[in-house]
């Protein structure tokens, strides 16, 4: 449902409205129709359908409307994009070195597409990212000798499934990972990296707030794990794991 025309001058009568201002509309279960029950009404403090299904208004016949009307989550399958910001956390163990025990932490941004589709409140659909990151932990490996593991820049592809409640869509998620980790042994002003992309796995959840029409805010938790290979920065082989917890905030655009 939408604004009524405003209350004329002096309080006598409303202004003219336009053809979609007081309407009140049905989405069918599947989620596919969208009917017009009644529109062209006046009532300034809101309009709605009853639980036997009829009409009912709120407050005077005078005054401007304030809308307060329940939405459903999306209206359409569609593509959507968007921006993310967050903060990562875990861990990166060295075979060859036991003791260096990396804690990687810092800061991820990035964008994400995506598309979903809709049966009923049942949301369901595929969403990639690709994140700048510095993500990045160091430890004493030895004497003298320091053992960092970074994550450089982070991407998940996954398939997402929610429940719809309002304009509310929590949500669970998991797929596949692929970042760039790069390990960093140094001894006093010397030091040698070896760095790989890594193909992992992802899995978590969130919950996304629908507002101003074709936006939506969400909170995500995602845990990576890229698996651990040889990175070669020790003398003998050196499996480098990394393990990653990430929370964080994003904004979409739905086209």
């Known amino acids: 449902c939408s604004k009524a025309g405003p209350v004329n001058p002096g ?27 009644a ?12 639980p036997d299904g009829k009409i ?15 939405l459903n989550w999306i209206t359409a399958p569609g593509f ?22 990396n804690k990687p932490k810092g800061l991820l941004a990035g964008g ?16 990639g990212d690709f994140d700048w990151s510095g993500v990045k932990g160091s430890a004493t490996c030895a004497v003298s000798f320091t053992c960092e593991t970074a994550n450089t820049w982070l991407a998940t592809f996954r398939g997402r499934a929610g429940y719809a409640i309002d304009r509310w ?31 992992g796995w992802t899995a978590g959840a969130g919950v996304e707030y629908a507002f101003l029409g074709n936006w939506t805010a969400k909170l995500e938790y995602l845990y990576v794990d890229l698996g651990s290979s040889d990175l070669g920065t020790a003398a003998v082989p050196n499996n480098v794991s990394f393990k990653e917890n990430i929370v964080r905030a994003g904004l979409n655009y739905k086209f």
């Open 39 to 50: 529109s062209g009404l006046r009532a300034p403090n809101g309009i709605g359908v009853s």
């Open 80 to 101: 959507y994009a968007g921006v993310n910001v967050g903060y990562g956390f875990g861990s990166s163990d060295w075979s060859a070195v036991p003791t260096a025990s």
């Open 56 to 70: 009912v208004t709120t407050g005077d016949n005078e005054g401007t409307f304030i809308p307060r009307c329940r």
């Open 169 to 199: 869509l929590p949500y669970i998620t998991a797929g596949g990972a692929y970042g760039n980790v790069k390990a960093t042994s140094t001894i006093a002003a010397l030091s040698t990296s070896t760095s790989k992309d890594k193909l």
């Open 11 to 37: 309080g006598r009568g409303f202004m003219p409205i336009v053809p979609h201002h007081g309407t009140v509309m049905k989405i069918s279960k599947d989620g596919k129709q969208l009917d017009v029950i």
């Open 112 to 127: 994400t597409l995506g598309y979903n589709w809709q049966t009923g409140a049942f949301v369901y659909g595929l969403e």
